[in-house]
T-cell receptor
Framework: KAGVTQTPRYLIKTRGQQVTLSCSPI?????VSWYQQTPGQGLQFLFE???????NKGNFPGRFSGRQFSNSRSEMNVSTLELGDSALYLC???????????FGQGTRLTVV | QKEVEQNSGPLSVPEGAIASLNCTYS??????FFWYRQYSGKSPELIMS????GDKEDGRFTAQLNKASQYVSLLIRDSQPSDSATYLC??????????FGSGTKLNVKP
């Protein structure tokens, strides 16, 4: 069974640009959560999608948005990038029964 | 107050010793608790989950949960240098939200 796949693995963007990250969950998993990880703040919850609906949301500005498609793949978008958005972005998938979350390899975003 | 608190460490133990990692959480209604291991530059990997009070053992790992004290711990017996990593405690509350601690860095010295 394939794991959680995130693309791209690395990104370099300029301040003010926007970026879209993709996450394909484990087959059969309908929940996808996104996290931002930085050395100073640790792992912070962005949002969770379940069956194409946003189920939970963390305390991030509206520049951070996401969506989920009918095949459970999810995208996260960050608009008007700031230097402080440089981080490792992780997505995690869960199925509807099991509460354990499994992480993808992450996307390392660098904003210059 | 953070939802999940962990000592950032580093915690240094000699090879073969028991490493004890601790975590406290603030939401008394939390029901599910998890330990993840994260090697430098890698994504978190699930080690253990625990849902009821008491101990849960899996190989060299034992998770302990005390809901009355809002306390979760992870014991690693016979620690190996390959156990050197950051250990993240995660808690899921009744609203299905996951909260992660900032992690404890463990160094196992040969």
């Amino acid at each position: 069974k394939a794991g959680v796949t995130q693309t791209p693995r690395y990104l370099i963007k300029t301040r003010g640009q926007q970026v879209t990250l993709s996450c394909s969950p484990i087959s059969g998993h309908r929940s996808v959560s996104w996290y931002q990880q930085t050395p100073g703040q640790g792992l912070q919850f962005l949002f969770e999608y379940f069956s194409e609906t946003q189920r939970n949301k963390g305390n991030f500005p509206g520049r951070f948005s996401g969506r989920q498609f009918s095949n459970s793949r999810s995208e996260m978008n960050v608009s008007t990038l700031e230097l402080g958005d440089s981080a490792l972005y992780l997505c995690a998938s869960r199925d509807s029964q099991n509460t354990e979350a499994f992480f993808g390899q992450g996307t390392r975003l660098t904003v210059v | 107050q953070k939802e999940v608190e962990q000592n950032s460490g580093p915690l240094s133990v000699p090879e073969g010793a028991i490493a004890s990692l601790n975590c406290t959480y603030s939401d008394r209604g939390s029901q599910s608790f998890f330990w993840y291991r994260q090697y430098s530059g890698k994504s978190p990997e699930l080690i253990m989950s625990i849902y009821s009070n008491g101990d849960k053992e899996d190989g060299r790992f034992t998770a302990q949960l005390n809901k009355a004290s809002q306390y979760v711990s992870l014991l690693i017996r016979d620690s190996q240098p390959s156990d050197s990593a950051t250990y993240l405690c995660a808690v899921k509350n009744n609203f299905n939200k996951f909260y992660f601690g900032s992690g404890t860095k463990l160094n196992v010295k040969p």
